[in-house]
């Protein structure tokens, strides 16, 4: 019986039989439940006790195989959480906290993450710094 029903396929694909085989990078982004990382660099570096000087800082996040970095978000002495867009400085002198977190597409929010530093740089104006 099979020697009559088989023949000779030729050139033909699994593609042909059966259709593509599905993306898994697509399926698994969909399914993703990784939050993404947030980095925060300054550009400077801190003066031996550990003191910035109105530091510039920039955030970057990484969301690795996942969906993708929806937003960064970020507040500087427990203000108002601000979506991030550039770089900014940290003025006035005394003692200063960033908090930081990251949202993909898919709705996953990072972990806050804060950073403490001590700031010596005097009081003026946010964009007289850049």
């Known amino acids: 019986m099979l020697g009559t029903t ?51 800082v920039t955030l970057d996040a990484d969301d690795r195989w996942g969906s993708g970095v929806e937003r960064i978000e970020y507040r500087v002495d427990q203000d108002r959480w601000i979506t991030y867009e550039s770089p900014f400085c940290v003025v006035g002198q005394g003692e200063h906290r960033i908090d930081r977190r990251a949202v993909d597409r898919n709705g996953n929010v990072e972990d806050m993450e804060a950073v403490a530093f001590e700031n010596w740089g005097r009081n003026v104006a946010a964009g007289a710094a850049d």
């Open 6 to 56: 088989a023949g000779r396929r030729g050139e033909e694909t699994a593609d042909q039989h059966i259709g593509s085989l599905p993306d898994l990078r697509v399926g698994l982004k969909t399914i993703e439940v990784d939050p993404p990382e947030t980095t925060l660099t300054c550009n400077q570096r801190p003066w031996r006790t550990g003191a910035y000087v109105n530091p510039r």
